[in-house]
């Protein structure tokens, strides 16, 4: 019960932050780091604002078996 709720905790700090960074058209340094622990050395450089909104959205809303499939995926495009 404790880890739910610490869960739900973080999930409602975080998830404003994501939707800024989405909006702007920019990563976040800890969307960053996510994006590499999945992907190590993943090109994050000149991404579209459609790439981004696309990795936020699998970052906080993806399946975490295919988290850095689908990132892979993303970068590909």
Do not use: C, F, W
Not at 5 to 32: K, Q, R, V
């Amino acid at each position: 019960m404790k880890r739910l709720i610490l869960a739900a905790a973080a999930i409602a700090t975080l998830a404003p932050a994501a939707a800024m960074a989405a909006s702007n058209g920019a990563l976040s340094p800890a969307d960053e780091l996510e994006i590499r622990r999945y992907v190590p050395g993943a090109d994050l450089d000149g991404l579209t604002p459609e790439q981004v909104r696309a990795l936020v959205a699998t970052l906080y809303h993806g399946d975490g078996d295919t988290t850095g499939y689908e990132i892979r995926s993303i970068l590909a495009n």
